[in-house]
């Protein structure tokens, strides 16, 4: 079954600080796309990242990137030297068929404090 | 339109009524997927369409729930006898292709039945 879990429910650092959020899945699929959205207090979702599982490279964009890891079903995402506009809830996505309906985990709230 | 519009932004609605939530997407996007999302939790699958073809409804959690899209653009999620639990904020997202290429989503209707 198709499943994600994003354990970290809240997560408060303070302007500058690196923090990881983690996100671990489940999937029947043998290849497969997993994403990463932004919900700032405005409340619409932003697509941060879509990452194919064939390419277990991490990634970087900016201030942000990602670390996929298949082998241990994880796809997790750093913010460096974390900013107070970067306090958002963070949602990590697989899609449940290739329709492209997406299963979200339960999101992570960041907090960042000046 | 630049970006997805969603209308009301809230709405209460008293216990039994009716209520329709209007999704414009962005202009010549193909897909159409509606999703609840409750207090805290991440956005959940409703309904996806292909263009003026609803091809996947398996997360309406009830008949009370329909969704449209007669002429393949604009999309009304109609809840009719709100009941309590309904309270959730609504997403519509759309996507030029599948949405396996992500998708982008509006700020959402915020929907309270008391």
């Known amino acids: 079954a198709q499943k994600v879990t994003q354990a970290q429910t809240e997560i408060s650092v303070v302007e500058k600080e690196d923090v990881t959020l983690d996100c671990v899945y489940e999937?029947?699929?043998?290849?497969?796309?997993l994403f990463w959205y932004k919900q700032p207090p405005s409340g619409e979702l932003v697509f941060l990242i879509r990452?194919?599982?064939?390419?277990?490279q991490n990634e970087i964009s900016g201030r942000y990137s990602w670390n996929f890891q298949k082998s241990t079903s994880s796809f997790n995402f750093t913010i460096t030297a974390s900013q107070v506009v970067d306090s958002a809830v963070y949602f990590c996505?697989?899609?449940?068929?290739?329709?492209?309906?997406?299963?979200f985990g339960q999101g992570t709230e960041l907090s960042v404090k000046p | 339109g630049a970006g997805v519009s969603q209308s009301p932004r809230y709405k209460v609605a008293k216990r039994g009524q009716d209520v329709a939530l209007r999704c414009d997407p962005i202009s010549g996007h193909v897909s159409l997927f509606w999703y609840q999302q409750a207090l805290g939790q991440g956005p959940e699958f409703l309904t996806y369409?292909?263009?003026?073809?609803?091809?996947?409804k398996s997360g309406l959690p009830s008949d009370r729930f329909f969704a449209e899209r007669p002429e393949g653009s604009v999309s009304t999620l109609k809840i009719q006898r709100t009941q309590q639990e309904d309270s959730a904020v609504y997403l519509c997202a759309s996507s030029p292709g599948g949405g396996l290429y992500g998708y982008t989503f509006g700020s959402g209707t915020r929907l309270t039945v008391v």
């Open positions: 369409f292909q263009n003026e073809a609803q091809l996947d």
């Open positions: 990452r194919n599982s064939f390419d277990e």
């Open positions: 999937t029947r699929d043998t290849t497969y796309y």
């Open positions: 996505a697989l899609p449940f068929d290739q329709g492209g309906k997406l299963i």
